[in-house]
């Protein structure tokens, strides 16, 4: 895991706060502010797994 010096030298903090801000209630704010890093490959690519997952479900409620 990172270290919280890591994250602050990298703005992490500000980086999550950006995101907050384009939420549309108190709860996704929270989960955005609550958001960690990746520790694994296995965790990256399981993530982008499901993303792709879901653009392939919205590309299709599209057509």
């Known amino acids: ?3 919280s ?3 602050t030298t990298l703005e ?3 980086i999550l706060s950006a995101l907050a801000n384009y939420a549309q ?3 996704g704010k929270e989960k955005a502010l609550s958001l960690t890093p990746f520790e694994s490959l ?3 690519e399981h ?3 499901e993303t792709d997952e879901a653009d392939r ?3 299709r409620a599209h057509v």
Do not use: N, Q, T, V
């Open 42 to 44: 296995r965790e990256i």
């Open 47 to 49: 993530a982008l797994c």
């Open 57 to 59: 479900e919205i590309g």
């Open 5 to 7: 010096k890591s994250l």
């Open 25 to 27: 209630s108190a709860g």
């Open 12 to 14: 992490y903090p500000k």
């Open 1 to 3: 895991m990172f270290d």
